[in-house]
C-alpha cells in the first residue's frame, strides 16, 4: 500500500499562489494514477485535478482550469498543484489521493494523504 503525506498549505491573499506536494512512499508510486480533491467546512468533496501515471494526461475541474497546474516528478514519488490566482472560495482542505485509473469520482481512488488546509483571505 502507499501511505501519502501532503504539504505546502497556509494562508494566502486572494490572488497569490500556493504549491502543494504530496510525497509517497513506496516503490510503486508510477504505477498510479493521481488526483487532487478538496473539502470546505459543510460542503461535499469536490474533484480539482487527476494526472495520469506518466504524467502525459491532466484534467481539471471547470472552477480551476487555467489557474491550477497539476504535475508529477516519479523519480522523487510526488505530485503537485500549484495554484496560482488563489480566491477566496479556493479555502478547504486539500487532499491528494490514488487509483489505478484516473477519475473525476473520489470513490474510485484506493488510498489518501491525510490533507493540507488552504485559505485564501479576502
Known amino acids: 500500500q502507499v501511505q501519502l503525506v501532503e504539504s505546502g498549505g497556509g494562508l494566502v491573499q486572494a490572488g497569490g499562489s500556493l504549491r502543494l506536494s504530496c510525497a509517497a512512499s513506496?516503490?510503486?508510486?508510477?504505477?498510479?494514477?493521481m488526483g487532487w480533491f478538496r473539502q470546505a467546512p459543510g460542503k461535499e468533496r469536490e474533484f480539482v485535478a487527476h494526472?495520469?501515471?506518466?504524467?502525459?494526461?491532466?484534467y481539471y475541474a471547470d472552477s480551476v482550469k487555467g489557474r491550477f497546474t497539476i504535475s508529477r516528478d516519479n523519480a522523487k514519488n510526488t505530485v503537485y498543484l500549484q495554484m496560482n490566482s488563489l480566491k477566496p472560495e479556493d479555502t478547504s482542505v486539500y487532499y491528494c489521493?490514488?487509483?489505478?485509473?484516473?477519475?473525476?469520482?473520489?470513490?474510485?481512488?484506493?488510498?489518501w494523504g491525510q490533507g493540507t488546509q488552504v485559505t485564501v483571505s479576502s
Open positions: 489521493a490514488g487509483a489505478l485509473f484516473v477519475s473525476v469520482h473520489g470513490s474510485e481512488y484506493d488510498f
Open positions: 513506496g516503490r510503486t508510486f508510477s504505477s498510479y494514477a
Open positions: 494526472i495520469s501515471r506518466s504524467g502525459g494526461s491532466t
